[in-house]
């Protein structure tokens, strides 16, 4: 695979933590550098060190290769906007919708394979209050899931871990009121979440719309108005297609810039890790970063 083009040197970083993280690195090691690529390989204890590492081997490596899910790469977001340098990503952990965002393949082997002889692709990334995030950002109904989806509950139930976290969050979920401006309008809106996405995908394989693409320079919105939670499990296909905006209680919303604002201060998920508070401001950070995807007709 590796061919006649010149050594490459990459820093790998592993999340031992992750799903597949501990039984996957090794093999997925031995495949890149099999491939042609020498890695710098670096522990994964917590994200500072992660961003601490990717600062520190930029000067000597031609890309990251991170292996993990979508709270790693989060997590790596603001070093690899600073050093510029490419991302191979190894879909490591639970959800990995970024990694299906992209088009890389859930497979391991062949998840090597876009590493070695993908293309690069520039890609938009979301920001709160300061925090890039890759997939979604959310207020309300997505916390309370957040903290039910322990370590544990990944571990034990894989994706099916979101949805019994989810089932256990609606239990206890109540709606709140918040304000949302965008693009010179306001809405005042009681509500049981806010999600602003920069990507396609989130939460185990839904989409944030249809028609969303993370390098179309945009942010998605949606907020969900019911008034009653049991009508959430009627329309949940269509947030597995991302025609969710149809329905009347979803109020949905595209633009650059967002701004969130609660009564009280909520906390703001990002990819899956709690990182701010309202009032939040969103924008969008058009090709902040490089990623390794197949080629178009693999994708």
Known sequence: MAGSRPARR??????????????????????????????????????ESLRAAIRREAGSVDMVILGGGDGTMNSAAPALIETGLPLGLLPLGTANDLARTLGIPLDLEAAVRVVLDGQPRRIDLGEVNGHPYFNVASIGLSVAVTRELTGEVKRRWGRLGYALATCRALWKMRPFRAEIRHDGVSHRVRTLQVAVGNGHYYGGGMAIDE????????????????????????????????RHGLRQEVRTASSEEVEIRTRRPRPVNTDGELTTRTPARFRVLPGAVTVLVPPPAEA
């Open 211 to 242: 028609a969303a693409a993370i390098d179309d320079g945009r942010l998605n919105l949606y907020s969900l108005e019911f008034e009653g939670i049991w009508k959430l499990a009627m329309i949940y296909p269509a947030f597995r297609s991302g």
């Open 10 to 47: 990459a820093l790998f970083v592993a999340n031992g933590k992750s799903r597949r993280g501990a039984e996957g690195a090794d093999a997925a090691a031995a495949a890149l550098e099999q491939g042609g690529i020498r890695l710098v390989r670096e522990p994964c204890s917590d994200a």
